[in-house]
């Protein structure tokens, strides 16, 4: 069952400003779920921080490139590039992350020229530059890791990749790092380290074996590839893991802050429990929850049963209500078949209303109301109410969830907007609505 939430237990509000004045935070990670607003949640933190006095640099890995849009800017590349008509005394930079120059410049970095050159042209390689799986997440931790060597900027605002899952933003290094140091790896590297005629011989006829297998099920030009690129990338393989290692112990450093970020609805709150009890295990600091998108009314008061009964007094046919689901629990437990609540109690009358379950609502002696154009609209309105304030009870009863789970959470909300953001205007609004919890 879902708990009741009492006033006592209204999670603590998120104070986004003293969190991006305090010199100490040098780094803001927005994670969470995709398409729940972190790109947007990121620029505005950057933008207000900017603009509070503190030289701030975001690194966005968004593929809509909205991020230069709203910022003005005609493009966004792997170089931070400023952002100009900042108010205030700070500096903003943006940038987006080229994965694939990021991984170039890695090899260009520790390689010399030649040994660089054979691993830049080879086809493996630049497979497993542009489109590795877990690449784009390490990317980002290699280019967070140089972003905060340079010490050039007060804070970096992170906006990590959108993932399948969030949690691919913290597992994706350790997977990639394991995979280029791995047994596999090793395995094909082995003939070249084997001392002796003996050993050479020996394992030779291994590994023609288990070349030969492995030429049939991927083709022999790909195994070649793949073991000229194990070859020239030899010297290269610990630093992969060391960097990763280094950027992970970075992220549980004093200095960085997560913000979870997340839109009032089921998956996304379920996404955002994940990370926050990952964050836990993992002893990452986590700053709070930013939810997204929540929905609103300036009539309150008017319940969505009592709008749906004056719908039905002005006599004009209510539609079939499709919206009311089941509670969102993933257990569905005995709490949704239960009709003692209020919110149960209302979700049923909506539901059952074109079958006819709910004629009590209007005494059957009382006369109909004329079906006049004014009276159509009204009820017409009145639906579309109903239907908002089940929106609204439907986030509720999900956020009352998530903080019931996890009441140590501070959070703050930001109120759904009818357009998109698309300038520093609009980040400007979203910076002050985190502000204001």
């Known amino acids: 069952m879902t708990p009741d939430v009492s006033p006592m237990d209204v999670p603590p509000t998120l104070a986004v400003d003293p969190l991006l004045d305090d010199p100490k935070t040098r780094i803001i990670v927005c994670c969470g779920a995709g398409g729940v607003g972190k790109t947007t949640t990121a620029a505005a933190l950057g933008l207000r921080a900017a603009e509070r006095g503190r030289k701030v640099v975001v690194l966005t890995i968004d593929p809509a490139r909205r991020l230069a849009q709203s910022m003005g800017i005609d493009s966004l590349d792997n170089t931070p590039r400023r952002v100009k008509d900042i108010d205030g005394d700070g500096e903003l930079h943006a940038m987006m992350l080229d994965m694939k120059r990021t991984f170039d410049e890695i090899v260009e970095a520790h390689a010399d020229a030649e040994r660089a050159r054979a691993i830049l042209e080879n086809p493996f390689y630049q497979s497993l530059s542009a489109g590795f799986a877990g690449t784009q997440e390490y990317m980002a931790m290699e280019k967070l890791g140089q972003l905060r060597a340079r010490d050039e900027w007060d804070l970096i605002v992170v906006d990590t990749p959108p993932s399948r899952s969030a949690l691919d933003f913290l597992d994706a290094p350790s997977r990639l790092g394991s995979f280029l140091d791995g047994k596999f790896i090793r395995v094909l590297m082995a003939p070249a380290k084997v001392g002796g005629r003996a050993g050479m011989k020996f394992l030779n006829v291994g590994m023609s074996m288990m070349t030969g297998t492995l030429g049939k099920l991927l083709g022999g030009p790909f195994l070649k590839d793949v073991q000229t690129f194990v070859a020239a990338m030899d010297t290269m393989f610990g630093g992969f893991r060391t960097r990763a290692d280094a950027t992970y112990r970075l992220l549980q450093a004093p200095g960085t802050a997560f913000l979870v970020v997340a839109a009032p609805e089921r998956d996304a709150l379920r996404e955002a429990a994940y990370f926050v009890e990952r964050l836990a295990a993992d002893r990452m600091p986590l700053a709070g929850l930013v939810l997204n998108r929540v ?11 009592r709008a749906l009964a004056a719908a039905e007094a002005l006599g004009a046919p209510a539609a079939p209500d499709n919206s009311v689901e089941l509670d969102d629990s993933v257990e569905r437990d005995d709490s949704v078949e239960r009709d003692d609540s209020a919110e149960n109690h209302e979700a049923a009358g909506i539901v059952d209303q074109e ?21 159509q609209l009204t009820a017409g309105l009145l639906r579309l109410h109903a239907e908002r304030m089940q929106l609204l ?16 959470v501070a959070v703050a909300e930001v109120a759904a907007l009818p357009g998109d953001v698309h300038d520093l205007a609009g980040l400007r609004d979203i910076g002050r609505r985190l502000a204001s919890g």
Request: glycine share 10%; aromatic share 2%; charged share 35%.
């Open 295 to 305: 929905h609103g009314s300036g009539a309150a008061r008017l319940s969505a049963e």
């Open 355 to 375: 079958g006819g379950k709910e004629e009590g609502r209007t005494s059957p002696e009382s006369p109909e109301a004329p079906e006049t154009p004014a009276s």
């Open 393 to 408: 009870a439907r986030e509720q009863r999900t956020r009352d969830r998530f903080t019931t789970l996890h009441p140590e």
